[in-house]
C-alpha cells in the first residue's frame, strides 16, 4: 500500500501524542494517586526522563532510520508475509498492530527467560515506585536490542507503514498508561483489562515475589497473558514493588546508577 509520511511529520505526531499523554497521565497521577510513592518524584523523574533522552539519542546514532522508514523498505522491496498475500488494506494494518503486540509479549518474555538480558530488564525492575515514567525507564542496550527485534518482525511480517505507525504511537501511549499510579474505577477496570492492559494488571507484574514478576508481560493487549497462561489477576498480599536486592537509591534512582546496573552486583 502507498502510505508514507514524513520525517518531521512522523516526529511531530509521536511527540505530541507522547507530550498529551504524558501531560493527562501526571495529572491524573496527582489528583488520585493508586499508591504512595517511596522516593520524591524529582528524584526519579531525572533518572527515568533522563534515560528516555539517552536511548533517544542512542537510537538516532545506532539506527540508520526509523522503524517506519525500513517499512517502508519492506514495502517496496516485497520483504514478509503480509506484501505477499493479497489482504484488504485496513485487515493488514489490523493484523501488523496485533502481531506487532504479539511480538512484543514474546520479547518481554524472553527478557525475564535469558540470564544476560534479565539483567538489562532488571533496569525497568528496580523502580523503586511505579508511575507512567517507568514506563519509558528502560536500559539503552535493552532498548537498542528490541528497535533490532522490532526490525526484524517487521521485515518478517511486511507490516504496512500505518500499521507500525499505529503501533509505535499505541505501544508508547499505553505503556505509560499501565505503569501509571492511578486505578480505574472498579466498575470499569475488568471491562477495559478484558481489552487492555491496565495500571492493577501491569502493576503485578513489578511485584518484588518473583512468580508474580514472571507473569503478566502484555504491555497492550491482555489477551495474551490469559490465552498462553502468564495471566495473574491480583498479587496474593500486600504488593511490595521493585526488586529486593536493588534498593539503594543512587544505584536504582540516578541516571549513572541505572546505566551502569547490568554490569555491577552492589545493588542493596
Ligand atoms: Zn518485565
Ligand atoms: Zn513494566
Not at 526522563?49 to 542512542?58: F, I, K, Y
Not at 539506527?63 to 488494506?89: I, K, M, Y
Not at 498480599?237 to 534512582?253: K, T
Request: with cysteine; proline share 5%; aromatic share 10%.
Amino acid at each position: 500500500m502507498g502510505f508514507t509520511i514524513p520525517a518531521d511529520t512522523e516526529l511531530a505526531l509521536r511527540l505530541g501524542v507522547f507530550l498529551a499523554v504524558f501531560a493527562a497521565l501526571a495529572l491524573w497521577e496527582r489528583a488520585a494517586p493508586a499508591r504512595t510513592l517511596r522516593l520524591a518524584r524529582l528524584v526519579r523523574w531525572r533518572a527515568n526522563l533522563g534515560l528516555a533522552v539517552v536511548n533517544t539519542l542512542v537510537l538516532r546514532v545506532v539506527l540508520p532510520g526509523s522503524a517506519l522508514a525500513f517499512a517502508a523498505l519492506a514495502a517496496d522491496e516485497g520483504w514478509g508475509l503480509l506484501n505477499r498475500v493479497e489482504l484488504p488494506d485496513w485487515a493488514a494494518v489490523l493484523a501488523g498492530v496485533v502481531i506487532l503486540d504479539l511480538v512484543i509479549y514474546f520479547q518481554h518474555v524472553l527478557f525475564h527467560s535469558v540470564p544476560a538480558l534479565a539483567r538489562l530488564h532488571a533496569v525497568h525492575h528496580a523502580d523503586p515506585d511505579f508511575d507512567l515514567t517507568t514506563g519509558i525507564r528502560f536500559h539503552p542496550l535493552e532498548i537498542v536490542l528490541s528497535a533490532l527485534i522490532k526490525f526484524a518482525a517487521i521485515a518478517a511480517l511486511g507490516a504496512p507503514v500505518l500499521a507500525v505507525l499505529v503501533f509505535e504511537i499505541l505501544l508508547n501511549a499505553t505503556a505509560m498508561f499501565n505503569h501509571s499510579n492511578v486505578s480505574l474505577p472498579a466498575w470499569l477496570e475488568p471491562w477495559v483489562r478484558g481489552v487492555l492492559v491496565t495500571p492493577d494488571m501491569h502493576r503485578t507484574h513489578h511485584s518484588v515475589i518473583e512468580v508474580e514478576r514472571n507473569s503478566n508481560y502484555g504491555f497492550c493487549l491482555s489477551v495474551w497473558d490469559r490465552w498462553l497462561g502468564t495471566y495473574t489477576l491480583a498479587p496474593k498480599g500486600e504488593l511490595d514493588i521493585g526488586l529486593s536486592g536493588w534498593r539503594n537509591p543512587g544505584a536504582v534512582a540516578t541516571l549513572r546508577g541505572v546505566l551502569r546496573m547490568p554490569f555491577t552486583s552492589q545493588g542493596v
